[in-house]
């Protein structure tokens, strides 16, 4: 599903932040990323995002290689990728109901399609009574909840997490690990990026560990 | 994975926890909050350049459309000057020239001028009370081309000398061409300041756009997250925008077209004055014509489309940015 061979990554002239990444992400895989702050975990889901561009090596993503992209074909993987990342990015004009369902309405699909879905979704994770609240009034941990609810709703090929539980008690966090593993057991690769050894040791999982730009990983 | 197949299957089952759903489907909010493009001042820009534009345009018709009078006013008329000289009898030599014109294929009417028509065509200079007799004031003839006839003035000049030795013929070719590149000049100015209205609109809009972008670049990068395309994105703007324009365009096109309906009447206050004579004779009544007024809301609906091509181009350079 995912390949990289000898990737490398900097931002502008700097130094070489990631170094001769290799590795694959097998379909229905899940796999925890993890790694000190500031070893490039962020830039690595980026570039798994196609939201980054590799400096050197092969990215190929769902069979292709992402260099050879236009615009438009990486708009259409995207739809394949869920991502969540650490700052949410929920839209403050729209309800959480109508946040969790922007992949939806974004692929042009009818409101009655997907309503009963989309309310299941967020009783689940816990915002069953917040659906018609505004990100700026949800609680850091709401707003969380939210946002993963936004990037597993079409059930992506790949979901992409960067520290989905970080803002949220070890009870919910739990729930949350399970809504995760339950998408991949319908066939999602879930990578999960994060520092918190507890949450990793609640599921026995591939371990990718980035340390000083190179990725070590334990099966 | 077979993703129409598991379209309709819940991701999670709530058991007993599954809330009711109300079948009635739920008010959803534009993607593009519309409090958040600052539209008032762009359909404000726009306004105003349409009503510029439609000003100038209208300004241009009406001096084109009374030059065009004019020109066929004269054009349609030879004048014939019979000079009084010693040894010749004005009467006759006018006659002659009179008869012979009336000869002329093409000519439609001549009409000598009288004495007393002569004086008073003087008077403003020479005051009234004056005998003619005593003046050597030349005797005119006007005579009255067909339309589309083509005369072969040197022919007829020779004719007219032949009897009147020093009759003078004048077709107003002059006259024509002088009025003729008046008019060029004025329609070239106008065309000038429209382009310059037009690059103004389109600067204006683009800075508009960029400034509604910028305002509007987390709801861009959120929209890249779930997958939309920039066509996606750029559409929902770029309606926007378009919505804006023509609403520009209908109060600037708008208001230009109430003040030519109106100038007519406020031309006729003016009737009978020094001022107002000089502009009848200059433009006419002052009046559009129909197909004038079309030109005008033509305009505005293309300085609307301006204005989405602008905010269109803008977006997808913005867009290229973001991502």
């Known amino acids: 599903m995912v390949r990289f061979e000898n990737v490398g990554l900097r931002y502008g002239l700097g130094p070489e932040i990631l170094r001769d990444l290799s590795f694959a992400i097998p379909a229905h895989s899940f796999q925890f990323l993890t790694g000190p702050s500031g070893a490039g975990k962020t830039s690595l889901l980026r570039l798994l995002f196609l939201s980054l561009r590799p400096t050197r090596g092969l990215v190929n993503l769902f069979g292709k290689d992402v260099s050879l992209l236009s615009k438009d074909q990486v708009a259409n993987l ?142 | 994975m077979n993703k129409i197949g598991r379209e309709h299957v819940p991701l999670v089952d709530l058991g007993h926890e599954r809330p009711q759903v109300s079948a009635n489907a739920r008010n959803m909010s534009p993607i593009v909050p519309r409090a958040s493009i600052s539209g008032r001042a762009l359909v404000a820009v726009v306004a105003i350049m349409t009503f510029l534009a439609s000003i100038t345009t209208g300004a241009v018709l009406l001096v084109s459309a009374s030059a065009a009078e004019w020109q066929s006013e004269v054009a ?64 005119v003839i006007v005579a009255r081309v067909q339309p589309g006839t083509t005369l072969d003035l040197a022919a007829l000049r020779t004719r007219i000398t032949q009897v009147a030795p020093s009759a003078s013929v004048d077709d107003h070719r002059a006259w024509i061409e002088r009025m003729r590149s008046m008019t060029g ?110 030109v005008l809301a033509l305009q505005a609906v293309l300085i609307a489309a301006i204005t989405a091509w602008a905010s269109r181009r803008t977006l997808f350079a913005t867009l290229d940015d973001v991502d």
Request: charged share 20%; glycine share 10%.
């Open chain 1, 78 to 219: 995207r739809k394949r990728i869920g991502i969540v990342l650490q700052d949410f990015r929920l839209l403050d004009h729209m309800t959480t109901y109508e946040n969790v369902a922007l992949p939806f309405r974004v692929m042009g699909r009818d409101e009655s399609s997907y309503r009963r879905e989309v309310i299941d979704l967020l009783k689940w994770v816990g915002l069953g009574e917040r659906m018609d609240a505004l990100p700026p009034i949800l609680s850091g941990g709401e707003k969380q909840r939210a946002a993963i609810a936004r990037a597993v709703i079409s059930r992506p090929q790949l979901l992409l997490a960067d520290e989905p539980t970080g803002s949220v008690d070890p009870t919910l966090g739990r729930r949350l690990l399970r809504l995760f593993i339950e998408l991949n057991k319908s066939g999602t690769a879930v990578i999960i990026a994060t520092h918190d050894i507890t949450l990793m040791d609640q599921y026995e999982a591939r371990r990718l560990v980035l340390h000083q730009g190179r990725l070590h990983i334990y099966e």
């Open chain 2, 76 to 139: 349609s008329e030879i004048t014939i000057q019979i000079r009084p000289t010693a040894g010749r009898d004005l009467e006759r030599d006018a006659s002659a020239a009179v008869e012979t014109m009336r000869t002329q294929a093409g000519i439609v009417e001549v009409r000598p001028f009288s004495k007393e028509e002569s004086a008073k065509l003087l008077e403003p200079w020479l005051g009234s009370g004056l005998s003619i007799e005593q003046l050597p004031v030349p005797r």
């Open chain 2, 185 to 294: 000049a004025t329609v070239f100015a106008g065309i000038g300041i429209l382009a310059l209205v037009i690059v103004a609109t389109i600067i204006s809009v683009s800075f508009a756009t960029r400034g509604a972008m910028a305002a509007n670049r987390p709801i861009v990068e959120v929209l890249h997250f779930v997958g939309a395309a920039d066509s996606y994105i750029a559409n929902r703007f770029l309606r926007h925008f378009l919505m804006l324009g023509l609403e520009g365009g209908l109060i600037g096109g708008g208001i230009a077209m109430l003040f030519f309906g109106f100038s007519e009447s406020i031309a006729s206050w003016f009737s009978g004055t020094p001022v107002g004579d000089q502009f009848a004779a200059l433009l006419g009544t002052f009046s559009l014509r129909p197909s004038g007024y079309l």
